[in-house]
């Protein structure tokens, strides 16, 4: 069996299959390593009722798009796994599960890449990083000063109510798994408490559609990074929270304080007599996330009335809830029966492996739309390589389909210098 291809891509997610389905359609020989199983991280690390935050029609890997009767649903968990295994039955990519790439270089006198993985060593011309960009769960070290007996999870593993132990359970983090958790555990009759932080919202509808419908009419999943008004900075923003969960709503936090969930600031320190400090910043939080939500809202509005749409109107958006002024910045976990703690609060980059100097001080590769400054080296999958949905199945095959045609342009490159070595070396 031969240990030098001309590609290697190394994940075998929906960015590594999107890849190789790009890469079979150009002829060009390859081999994808994944280190568990095909869909591994939407089987293994989602919650029993996770659903997409996106409507189904935005389902797009190339050459498989949703072909289903629910195109504005969000398909759930199981359902999103069994989309990627059928979009690589589809086309049977040459992918080899179960092995964990170790490290990878560049040889400065063969110009080849070298790989070891825990099934041996490989060589190939050109490189794919195809992990995403969601490797360490992160766990502050403060988690320390909660005692053993404390259950400390991170969102990652969470999977329901039932498998946590009985008592209130303390969210922390309100991106999109956050507030989703924190819904599931409690419409399951759990007493939750949510530190709430920074992360903004999103209406789900407004004026009779779909809010992704309407962004994806203003072109705004076409906006790419040079084009974003946070530029490179919008890469690492936590995302809008909002659900698809019973065919898609909106998650106003407002409404769980009114339904007994207890909000609270961000967490600032755990002291060491149970006592839990959190920041006197909650109402700050949520005026914040309404004022982004109204601005989606504004847009929407400014482009209905420029393009003279018919579409209904809505009542403006008015707080259904305010934090008390006395409320409490601390709070005693013990007597509030707190057992368990989730930990929702992002992910760290891990690109260690990949010893190539192409990373910044934060570790993110620099790359122009996925093409590296070291020739034959790129990445894919990563949240806002280009435009909103790089990372997402939305987005995902504009990004694979420019990086393949690199890949084959420096692959018929080779192949011409290859074949004029020989030649010469037959004539000689």
Not at 28 to 39: M, T
Not at 257 to 283: K, S, V, W, Y
Not at 315 to 342: F, H, S
Request: aromatic content about 10%; overall charge negative.
């Amino acid at each position: 069996m031969s240990s030098h291809y001309s590609v290697i891509v190394i994940g075998g997610g929906q960015a590594g299959l999107s890849v190789s389905y790009c890469l079979r359609q150009r002829q060009i020989d390859h081999l994808v390593f994944e280190q568990h199983q095909i869909a591994h991280s939407w089987r293994s690390k989602r919650w029993d009722t996770f659903c997409l935050v996106t409507p189904n029609w935005q389902c797009q890997l190339p050459g498989y798009h949703y072909a289903g009767d629910d195109t504005n649903g969000f398909m759930q968990r199981d359902e999103i796994v069994q989309y990627i295994e059928s979009y690589a039955q589809q086309f049977n990519p040459p992918v080899r599960e179960g092995v964990t790439v170790e490290r990878v270089a560049k040889n400065p006198i063969s110009d080849v890449f070298e790989i070891t993985t825990s099934s041996g060593e490989f060589t190939a011309d050109q490189i794919v990083v195809a992990t995403g960009g969601y490797h360490r769960p992160r766990i502050p070290t403060i988690a320390q000063r909660l005692p053993e007996s404390m259950h400390q999870i991170h969102s990652s593993e969470y999977k329901n109510a039932q498998a946590l132990p009985a008592g209130a359970v303390l969210v922390v983090g309100t991106g999109q798994s956050g507030c989703q958790i924190a819904e599931d555990l409690h419409l399951e009759g759990r007493q939750v408490h949510l530190a709430v932080g920074s992360a903004p919202r999103s209406p789900r509808r407004y004026r009779g559609k779909d809010v992704v419908d309407w962004l994806d009419q203003l072109g705004y999943y076409d906006i790419t990074v040079d084009e974003h008004p946070q530029k490179e900075q919008v890469r690492h923003k936590t995302n809008h929270y909002v659900t698809g969960r019973g065919g898609g709503r909106e998650i106003d936090l407002r409404h769980f304080a009114l339904a007994g969930m207890q909000l609270h600031g961000r967490l600032q320190t755990i002291h060491d007599n149970q006592q839990i400090e959190f920041q006197p910043n909650l109402q700050q939080h949520l005026d914040q996330a309404d004022a982004v939500a109204e601005s989606i809202k504004q847009t929407i509005d400014e482009y209905i009335a420029t393009q003279q749409i018919d579409a209904p109107t809505e009542a403006p958006y008015k707080p259904a809830w305010e934090p008390p002024a006395d409320q409490a910045l601390t709070l005693d976990y013990q007597a509030a029966n707190i057992t368990t703690v989730i930990w929702s609060i992002g992910y760290d980059m891990d690109f260690s492996w990949v010893e190539i100097p192409v990373f910044d001080g934060r570790g993110y590769p620099g790359h122009d739309r996925g093409v590296t400054s070291v020739s034959g080296l790129y990445f894919v999958g990563l949240p806002w390589l280009h435009t909103w949905g790089s990372g997402r199945f939305s987005g995902i095959a504009r990004d694979v389909q420019y990086v393949a045609d690199y890949i084959q342009s420096k692959h018929r490159r080779s192949s011409r210098s290859e074949y004029r070595f020989n030649a010469m070396a037959i004539g000689s």
